[in-house]
């Protein structure tokens, strides 16, 4: 069949008819009419049954289908011939023909539809559609024999064949349908899906419930349970421990039935076929397959009085066979018990339950104590409660969305319990939180490398190719440590000379304190930019909020231009320690700020060092874990406040705090504008990666050039980022004149806290006072 073939296809999910192509969708043999298919399409899979057709080939017609030679010509069943099991004889396709015109479901009469693709019984539009599991067909030990391979050119996918007898379809094929708007990839071809970035969603989303793949937890898999393994393995027939605790034994066949037999079993059924058998009975596994086959092997009739006898008849006689070659050889029932290695009560109930079986429900009831679905929803509401925050650091590799990571499973449960008339447990409260939420509780930073942590767990062969990437990326690891500690030896013996390690805190949101509402507002955010002296130990902090500014580039430059214009006129050369963020710290715009400084103020040498990419651990961080400290300890209700728990974090030499306000933020965009005329070439015409500099450092001597090198080890370059030789009166502009607005939603948020006293009074009239906008562009991320 060409691959551009078209299909009507209707599809089980919503009953829809779409026309597609055959290179599009998914089928382990040649489609016909009434092939189950599957087709993957925006990112699932869907899956339908094939209506008809539209193939003008030559090679069209039904008689040259390969699937149509397993149809035996004049041996279709006429409607007035009876019904052949295929549990009473061994049958195969080249003895007598599979003719079923009903469904083979065991409890179903209905017209034959199509077959399964696993067990290829027959069965109706009903069980064919509803994947109806293949224990419930009438299949015994597999008995109908089907080719492994039909053809070289169509051969069976894993032995399943679609299996269609030739009688019309329930279903009518409408005129006008719908064209399945897009291609996508076969199963034959490379899949090549198109992934949608992680949208960034705005802070206070609502947590989003998520199939059970993505939950943040592996959900439970029913088949590892020990109770079903041992249920698996006493229909296997294997040793087995009981629900009280006995052990029992592996199945075996019992002895023959002694020579005053007067069927002679034993002489009707050679050993090797009673063994057969008996592993083909207890190899199904299954308990319907098991009833089935003692049903359709044993019957019952009533017995009547002898002629002239003055006993009562017996009420009921039964009647045994076994299938041996394609026929039935009756036995008695010694013989068949032990054969199958079952109880006499196990055939008289099955027998008994004949006319009215019905699948096995042991273990399929609803437990007498699961939880309700309505006090589930009150857990999935309470939980949908809370406001998230993608994660900052890995948005591009995962879906998760974060809470708060000052709260935990438990706090949520507590909230919970003082919110709930009628709570249920812990462990179902935490099992809905993990199987159906794919919510983890947000940390600023990872503590371990990405690229580090991808080549450990990299196979041998792909370590191979990553080795050489992997060496350099721990070469600079240290090199960038040594050139910290000789720089942080030298701090300490020359005082010319100081060293620095700064980084921006993790937002500190306001207010802050244990009232359980929090968790379910917005907060006001302030920003922390710290800076850590490696020579005497001195720690700075300059605090803002986030109506006073942002955390961009011009923020972070104006606070280092700030404590650079500070320091003591005894100090010349200064190194400056940092993460390699492109968007605050290894930028042209916090370069245009330290030439700027070394420019105007009596520093003669400012070097900028970055560490290397997930080796950023400096002394600086000890600083923000002083403040954390503190933070759990005190309530917050004013951004102001920051600063006083900023002052009493380390008693011994406490840290200098600096608060900035919005008119203290310098424009360096246009500073940039004006002092880096270039920042593309270097002098030898080479172009420069910005995100590959490692070192940059400007000199009094040399106002027009920056130098900069890739490496700790190469030599410096240089980039002349300006032409003229003027030193021309540089002015700063202040960037934001006037307060920042913060969102309406965050405001209302804030104000919600004031009129349920959260806040004191006392804050209440500057949580009013902020400026709002009902721009939703505005809403920040304090997680991050």
């Not at 898999?221 to 393995?233: E, G, I, Y």
């Not at 690891?477 to 921006?504: P, V, W």
């Not at 802050?512 to 710290?530: D, E, G, I, P, Q």
């Not at 959260?758 to 009013?768: D, E, K, M, N, T």
């Amino acid at each position: 069949m060409e691959q551009t073939t078209e299909l009507l296809v209707q599809w089980k999910k919503d009953g829809s008819k779409n026309v597609v192509v055959y290179g599009d969708i998914q089928c382990p043999c040649i489609p016909i009419k009434g092939t189950k298919v599957f087709m993957p399409w925006k990112g699932r899979r869907w899956e339908g049954v094939v209506l008809a057709v539209d193939d003008e080939s030559e090679e069209s017609d039904d008689d040259s289908i390969p699937l149509a030679q397993l149809i035996i010509k004049d041996r279709v069943p006429l409607p007035d011939q009876p019904r052949l099991d295929v549990g009473d004889v061994g049958v195969t396709m080249t003895d007598v023909p599979h003719e079923v015109q009903m469904c083979e479901h065991f409890t179903c009469l209905h017209e034959v539809f199509s077959t399964c693709s696993q067990c290829l019984v027959f069965l109706c539009e009903h069980h064919f559609k509803e994947d109806d599991p293949c224990a419930n067909h009438n299949n015994y030990a597999h008995l109908l024999q089907i080719p492994e391979r039909l053809s070289e050119d169509h051969p069976v996918i894993d032995t399943v064949l679609e299996l269609m007898m030739d009688v019309p379809l329930a279903i009518e094929v409408q005129e006008t349908v719908d064209i399945v708007p897009e291609r996508v990839a076969s199963a034959y071809h490379t899949i090549n899906a198109e992934v949608e970035p992680d949208l960034h969603r705005d802070i206070g989303e609502r947590p989003e419930q998520c199939e059970n793949k993505k939950a943040r937890k592996r959900f439970a898999d029913p088949n590892s349970w020990q109770q079903n393994v041992q249920r698996k393995n006493r229909n296997l027939g294997q040793a087995y421990t009981s629900r009280d605790g006995k052990q029992r034994e592996v199945r075996e066949m019992g002895p023959c039935c002694p020579n005053s037999c007067r069927f002679k079993c034993s002489e009707s059924i050679t050993a090797d076929a009673r063994e057969k058998i008996f592993k083909d009975y207890w190899a199904t596994g299954s308990y319907e397959q098991q009833r089935d086959f003692i049903r359709q092997c044993g019957s019952e009739k009533k017995k009547g009085k002898k002629h002239g006898s003055k006993e009562k008849a017996s009420r009921i006689t039964r009647i045994y066979s076994l299938p041996i070659d394609g026929q039935r050889i009756e036995v008695c029932q010694f013989y068949f018990i032990n054969t199958l290695a079952i109880s006499q009560k196990t055939v008289r109930y099955t027998l008994a339950q004949k006319a009215n079986f019905a699948q096995d429900k042991r273990g399929h009831h609803q437990p007498h104590n699961k939880t309700n679905e309505a006090e589930l929803d009150c857990i999935r509401a309470h939980i949908q409660k809370f406001k998230v925050v993608p994660s900052h650091y890995c948005r591009s590799t995962t879906s998760r969305q974060y809470l708060p990571g000052n709260l935990s499973v438990n706090k949520m449960y507590d909230m919970y319990v003082k919110e709930t008339v009628n709570p249920k447990s812990l462990t179902t409260y935490r099992y809905v939180f993990n199987s159906e939420f794919n919510l983890g509780f947000h940390a600023p930073k990872k503590d371990e490398c990405k690229k580090c942590t991808a080549f450990d767990n990299a196979s041998p062969n792909e370590k191979e190719g990553l080795k050489k990437d992997q060496d350099d990326h721990v070469h600079n690891k240290i090199k960038a440590r040594e050139e910290k500690e000789k720089d942080k030896q030298r701090a300490s013996k020359d005082d010319s000379f100081q060293s620095f390690t700064f980084d921006l805190q993790q937002v500190l949101s306001t207010p802050s304190c244990n009232a359980s509402l929090l968790f379910y507002k917005r907060k006001l955010s302030t920003y922390n930019l710290t800076l850590y002296n490696q020579g005497n130990g001195d720690g700075h902090c300059f605090l803002w909020s986030e109506i006073d500014g942002g955390r961009g580039s011009c923020e972070i430059g104006s606070c280092l231009v700030n404590h650079l214009e500070g320091l003591p006129d005894c100090v010349d050369h200064v190194t400056l320690f940092s993460d390699c963020c492109s968007g605050q710290n290894r930028n042209k715009y916090v370069a245009a700020a330290l030439l700027y400084v070394v420019r105007t103020s009596s520093l003669s040498v400012i070097e900028q060092k970055f560490l290397e990419s997930g080796h950023t651990q400096m002394e600086v961080d000890s600083m923000h874990s002083a403040i954390e400290t503190v933070k759990k300890k005190v309530p917050v209700y004013h951004p102001d406040q920051w600063a006083t728990i900023a002052s009493l974090a380390r008693r011994n030499k406490p840290y200098h705090v600096t608060q900035l306000h919005h008119h203290e933020f310098v424009d360096l965009k246009r500073l940039a504008s004006e002092l880096l005329q270039n920042t593309v070439k270097d002098i030898s015409g080479d172009r420069v990666y910005w995100t590959r500099i490692k070192h940059l450092k400007f000199e009094k001597q040399n106002p027009h050039v920056m130098q900069f090198r890739y490496s700790f080890e190469e030599e410096m370059r240089e980039i002349r980022v300006s032409s003229s030789r003027k030193m021309s009166n540089l002015r700063l502009e202040v960037l934001h004149h006037d307060l920042l607005k913060i969102s309406a939603v965050k405001k209302a948020d804030l104000v919600s806290l004031c009129d349920q006293n959260v806040i004191p009074l006392a804050y209440q009239a500057f949580y009013r006072a902020l400026p709002a906008s009902d721009d939703e562009d505005l809403e920040t991320f304090p997680e991050e």
